[in-house]
Each structure stands twice: as structure tokens, then as C-alpha cells.
């Protein structure tokens, strides 16, 4: 009896594992039916009519514009990515808009909240008082005192570290708690810049960008007018000038696109230390104090240059403006302007509570749609991908110009590389949410609870052991790798059926596009940044001198080859730190290798199993992986919107994304035989 039931679940194990991989087929209608409309899917956007070696982003998505026009849409892009952030988004408003008993505690206060925001129309009587309320709290702002303000009781010092300690608002600098990016076993202080509205410096410093600033500026008197009843004209001179003040700030900041890694862009130094180099123009001791109401013996990572900046910026713009500023961006938070029609006040509240409450959602769409098979599905790619690059990085034949020693620590980080589903399922909500105070009718008085409360809880975790970071609403369509926790984040939104992953589909597909995401963040714990972390997530420079050498050197091979590219009429700008380009590269060499291995596998257990297909696509197996892998990458963006991308996105427009690492790569030349010089197998590669 014992042998025969352990026979049993060795069978049921068998099956189950390998159901989850793909190898054993179960007849399931409705997966047909989805395998089949993914298909068909995938046919529309393809132009056969396109020789896949001349150009094969044009033939895998050359039809993508005629089903998924941005501008026909009236989107500003569309693509995977925002199909998921739709689907997501479609979710999370029936989950709003739905009472079930499944409802924890928390559960119930976020819809409330939810409630309080479709109940602005009700506050709008009220809105402009509640905001008046909220800055007499730290004093005036000078745009509504007019002459009745007094610069000299103004100290922006104070002012900024009482809206921090209060409401966790930090506006021009704070100090802030984080996990030390170089020892994540410590917390440290971090001397904060000013968040950017329009996110890039290079947006306020480059004139082509004017009109995004234009924009900016017009946005602001907007709201002045239409919340304080500013006049029209006072309320455009104020705007404009305080976003000039946002742009001399700008101005101190470093290029993101230049910089390789976390320890370029910070100092790590005492308070005492920083306080002899800047007092008495900045206190640094009383703005932590102030902010934090204690003042701990921690150390400080702070920008000189960004201080040195802010300081001459202080001492060349009136009180008045950096007053204004200061008391805008605390009120701004609490700005919303309410739309003419109900579905437009719907969105807009789903856009204001994402900011806020991106891990409630998330955990409530895993609990709520059951994606614990999908989990194991992606658990499982992910530990072939891994294997496989351990596999390669062992080999004599492959990454040969990296040193054996190099190789060796390689390997053992890869080892160490978690991959997390992040769906907060041992995330304790209710004790963090258990002191929020929440309404259904008074969006104002539960914005202020909210932040009340985050601000004490960041001060209650000061002496706690340091968390990870929160990445909440910036990793909510899109895997990201977390170098300082040497570990791979998916969002639970990119295991929605039916887009990136399913276990209905060819395994090709599956490779082709999670398989290429996780394998690209797989390869950032190697590139221009991840070679400075260990398999801990520290700071370590475990790349050998020469390796690195040959690793910068083919580095630039990618800026030059990338910067020949040119998209609506101009050529890629250089761009030092390839560290995108290098994983979407390697990323998609070692997703391919990793499905090959898979595909060897299964054909050799069961060969009359595998189906490898997704009709009425034509093509099977490897060359289905590379068009998958195309498809991920096909998007139609508006003119406008492709301005603004290529000031703040470090990547390569998505056709390059494509052609760049395919035209790069021979496994694809080979399985589409494309001739030598042909567009995508160029002879320099």
C-alpha cells in the first residue's frame, strides 16, 4: 500500500510539474480557444508582405497601426505595456466599484476612499477653505497674502521641515529614511532633491522642450485660479516664476542618462561633516531634526552638487517666490480638478489612487483572480533562465573575454538572484492601515489622514531594520531589478492571461516575451550598474581590471552602433550608459537559449506533445519565438509624446529594440537565413 501510494504521487507530482512546463498536452477547449485568438492576434499585426531580414520590426508589426492607431485611440501610446496598464486599470475599478464579502478591513477603506474622490463634485462649495485650512497650518503663502506678507518671519528651512514632519511632503530638500544602497543591512539619511514635475532635467534645460515647460507653467496659474481664485494674470506671473525656480533647481541635478551607478551621484558623509561645508547657508542638523523630530547617528548620502546649486539658487530668488513654491506644492497634493462628466471623474480618481494605494491593489487582483498557477508557470521560466546562464557563464566557449575569476563571482550572484512576484501576499496591511482614519464623502480630510499616517510610520521605522525599497506604482506593468536586493520584481499585472504569459500558449511565446523581460533584468545584475553590487545587493567592485576594461570598450560598441540609427529624421543621441542596450542584447540571446534548451527537452520525452504553434501564425518554434519577442515591442506613440519619451527614458524608441538586438545576434540570422549584409544580419555586428 505505502509503495503504491508514493507511485501515485510521484505520477501526480510528474504531471503536475510538467503540465505547468508545457511538455505533457491537456485537452482544454477554452485554452484552445485563447491559444487561438492569441494567434490570430498576432497574425493581424504582422506584415508578411516585409522580407524579415530587410527590416523585421516591420514584419512582425507592420499592421500593429492599424489596429492600435495612438492617435485614432485618442492615447498618447499604445503597446503592451499600456494594454496592461488598461486591463489593470479595467480591474481595479470593478473592484472599487464592487462590495463582496471578501472584503478584509482594509479592503473596505480603500473603497471609501475611492468613494470620497467620485464625491468631489459634493466639496467643491468647501474645496478653496479646506485648502486655505491646510497651509495656515505652517504659515502664508505670499501669492494670497499680497502686501500683508512679511518675508522676515519666513524661514523656508522650517516651513519645508514642518509640511515633512506633518504630512511626509518633502518640497526642495528633506531628510529621508532609506536602506543604505551600499550596505543593505544599515539605514541611512538621505538629503533628498526636489521631485520634477516634468521628471527629466533635460526637459527644463533643453530650449526644444519649451513648450512641455509652457505647459507646465499654464497648468499651475490654472489650478491658482481655480482653487485660490487667483487673478488670471497674478496667477501666470506666479506660475511662471515658480517654475523657474524648479528649473535653477533642476539645473544641480545629475544626467541620469550619464550616470553608471548609485555611488556617482551621492556623497556619504556625517551631518557634522556636511553642516562645516554648508552653514550657515543650509542647517542641516535642524532640517533633519525638524523633519524626523530626532536626529540619528546615522550617516548622510547627500549631492554636493545638487546642495551647492540650491544654495546659489536660495540666494539669487526672492523669499516670495520660494515661499510660493513651498506652499503650492504642499496644497498641490490635494489639488484635483474636478472633470464635467462622471466617467472623466472616474479616471481621474483611479490615476489619484494609484498613487497612493498601488500595493492594495495589486495584492487585491492576486487575491481576487487566483494567479498562484500562473506564479508557479513564471517560477519555473524563471529558474530555466537562470540555469541556462549559469550554464553559458561556465562554458570555455562563451564570455570568454571575461576572466575566470569574474565568471566564477558571476555565477554565484546569478545564483543568489531572487525573482518575487509582487503581490504583497505577506504584506501586513492591516496593521499598517489599522490607524487610518477614512470617509466616504470628504476626499480632502482623508488625504491629510493618509499622509499623517505615512509620515509616522516613516518615523517609527527610523530605528527598525531597514526595509525594501517601495517601489509601489513604478514597477506596476513592468519586471525591474532591484540591484541593492540583488532580486528581480514582477508586478502581479504582467501575469494577466491573455498578454505576456499563459500556460495555454506556445512555450516560444512565453520565452519570447516574459522570458526576454525577466532575462533583460536578469542582465542588469551584470551591466554598467549591476557590476558594482554583489550577490547581497552591496556595493562591491567585483569585476576584475581588465574584464572591465574589455566590458567598457564593447560597451561603446553598443553606443556607436545605436547612435547610427536614425528614427523621424535625427540619429539616437550617444548615450554613455548602455545599460539598457546591453540587457535588451543579452536578454534576448539568453531567453532564446533558454527556450532551445526547453524545446531539446521536451522533444526528447515527448515529441508527439509538443505544439509549438499558434495558428494561423505559420511559423512554429524558434522562428515564433523571435516574432513574439518582435511583438513585444511594437507600439504607435503620438508626435507629442515621443518628444517628451526621448528626455526622460533611457531606452531606445521600441523599433530599435528589435532591430538592434536581432541584426546583433547570428541565432537569428541563421533560423531566418538571412544573407550576409542583408539589414538585419549586417556584416559588423
Not at 479646506?130 to 497674502?145: D, H, N
Not at 546649486?309 to 520660494?322: A, E, F, G, S, Y
Not at 499623517?452 to 506593468?477: V, W, Y
Not at 553606443?559 to 554613455?576: A, T
Request: with cysteine; charged share 20%; net charge neutral.
Amino acid at each position: 500500500m505505502f509503495s503504491f501510494n508514493l507511485l501515485c504521487w510521484g505520477l501526480f507530482f510528474y504531471i503536475l510539474v510538467n503540465v505547468v512546463r508545457g511538455i505533457l498536452s491537456v485537452p482544454n477547449p477554452l485554452a484552445e480557444q485563447n491559444r487561438l485568438n492569441k494567434g490570430q492576434e498576432m497574425f493581424r499585426y504582422m506584415n508578411l508582405n516585409v522580407n524579415p531580414c530587410d527590416d523585421f520590426y516591420e514584419f512582425a508589426c507592420g499592421n500593429w497601426n492599424t489596429y492600435n492607431s495612438a492617435a485614432a485611440k485618442k492615447k498618447s501610446a499604445t503597446g503592451l505595456f499600456h494594454s496592461l496598464r488598461e486591463e489593470r486599470d479595467h480591474k481595479i475599478l470593478l473592484l472599487m466599484n464592487t462590495d463582496e464579502p471578501r472584503d478584509t478591513n482594509v479592503d473596505k477603506k480603500i473603497k471609501n476612499f475611492y468613494r470620497s474622490c467620485m464625491n468631489l463634485p459634493n466639496l467643491k462649495h468647501v474645496y478653496t477653505a479646506k485648502l486655505l485650512e491646510i497651509m495656515a497650518e505652517f504659515g502664508q503663502m505670499p501669492a494670497m497674502a499680497g502686501p500683508l506678507w512679511d518675508e522676515r518671519t519666513f524661514d523656508w528651512q522650517t516651513t519645508v521641515a514642518a509640511i515633512a514632519y506633518k504630512y511626509g511632503i518633502v518640497t526642495v530638500t528633506g531628510a529621508e529614511i532609506s536602506v543604505d544602497f551600499a550596505d543593505n543591512s544599515k539605514n541611512r539619511i538621505y538629503l533628498s532633491e526636489q521631485q520634477l514635475a516634468l521628471e527629466s532635467r533635460d526637459i527644463y534645460l533643453n530650449p526644444a522642450n519649451a513648450g512641455f515647460v509652457k505647459n507646465y507653467i499654464n497648468s499651475i496659474a490654472n489650478k491658482l485660479y481655480i482653487f485660490l481664485g487667483l487673478d488670471k494674470t497674478v496667477g501666470l506671473q506666479v506660475a511662471t516664476e515658480m517654475a523657474q525656480f524648479e528649473t535653477n533647481l533642476a539645473a544641480g541635478m545629475a544626467d541620469s542618462k550619464k550616470v553608471n551607478k548609485l555611488a556617482d551621484l551621492y556623497t556619504l558623509n556625517t551631518i557634522e561633516e556636511i553642516q562645516h561645508n554648508v552653514y550657515p547657508h543650509l542647517n542641516v542638523e535642524k532640517l533633519v531634526l525638524e523633519s524626523l523630530g530626532v536626529l540619528p547617528d546615522f550617516k548622510v548620502y547627500w549631492s554636493p552638487a545638487y546642495v551647492k546649486n540650491l544654495i546659489r539658487t536660495l540666494q539669487q530668488t526672492p523669499k516670495r517666490v520660494v515661499a510660493n513654491y513651498i506652499f503650492y506644492h504642499l496644497i498641490d497634493k490635494f489639488m484635483l480638478i474636478i472633470p464635467e462628466t462622471q466617467h472623466q471623474l472616474q479616471d481621474m480618481c483611479l490615476r489619484q489612487m494609484k498613487t497612493y494605494f498601488s500595493k492594495n491593489f495589486d495584492n487585491m487582483l492576486y487575491r481576487k483572480y487566483n494567479m498562484d498557477e500562473t506564479e508557479q508557470g513564471v517560477n519555473v521560466m524563471w529558474q530555466d533562465i537562470k540555469d541556462t546562464f549559469i550554464e553559458a557563464l561556465k562554458s570555455p566557449h562563451q564570455y570568454s573575454w571575461i576572466r575566470p575569476e569574474t565568471r566564477s563571482y558571476a555565477v554565484e550572484k546569478i545564483k543568489a538572484m531572487k525573482m518575487e512576484i509582487v503581490s504583497y501576499k505577506n504584506y501586513d496591511f492591516e496593521t499598517v492601515f489599522k490607524p487610518f482614519q477614512v470617509n466616504s464623502h470628504d476626499l480632502v480630510e482623508n488625504l491629510k489622514s493618509l499622509f499623517s499616517l505615512g509620515s509616522k510610520q516613516k518615523r517609527s521605522a527610523i530605528f527598525a531594520p531597514p526595509q525594501p525599497l517601495d517601489l509601489s506604482e513604478r514597477i506596476a506593468t513592468t519586471p525591474v531589478n532591484v540591484l541593492i536586493e540583488n532580486a528581480v520584481k514582477v508586478p502581479v499585472s504582467i501575469l494577466q492571461p491573455n498578454y505576456a504569459w499563459d500556460a495555454s500558449f506556445a512555450n516560444a511565446f512565453n520565452f519570447g516575451i516574459l522570458g526576454a523581460l525577466l532575462s533583460h533584468e536578469l542582465m542588469h545584475g551584470l551591466d554598467v550598474h549591476g557590476r558594482h553590487h554583489d550577490a547581497q545587493g552591496n556595493s562591491l567592485e567585483w569585476w576584475d581590471p581588465e574584464s572591465s576594461r574589455d566590458f567598457n570598450a564593447r560597451s561603446q560598441c553598443f553606443n556607436s552602433q545605436y547612435q547610427k540609427y536614425i528614427f523621424h529624421g535625427h540619429h539616437l543621441p550617444d548615450m554613455p550608459a548602455q545599460g539598457e542596450n546591453i540587457a535588451d542584447n543579452g536578454g534576448v540571446r539568453l531567453a532564446y537559449a533558454a527556450y532551445v534548451k526547453w524545446l531539446q527537452q521536451a522533444l526528447a520525452k515527448n515529441p508527439r506533445a509538443v505544439r509549438e504553434s499558434m495558428p494561423p501564425v505559420s511559423f512554429t518554434d524558434r522562428k515564433l519565438f523571435f516574432i513574439s519577442y518582435a511583438q513585444l515591442w511594437c507600439n504607435d506613440i503620438t508626435p507629442a509624446f515621443r518628444k517628451y519619451l526621448a528626455s526622460v527614458d533611457n531606452h531606445v524608441p521600441d523599433k530599435f529594440r528589435v532591430i538592434g538586438p536581432l541584426s546583433n545576434f547570428d541565432g537569428f540570422a541563421q533560423e531566418f537565413q538571412c544573407p550576409k549584409g542583408s539589414g538585419m544580419n549586417p556584416v559588423q555586428k
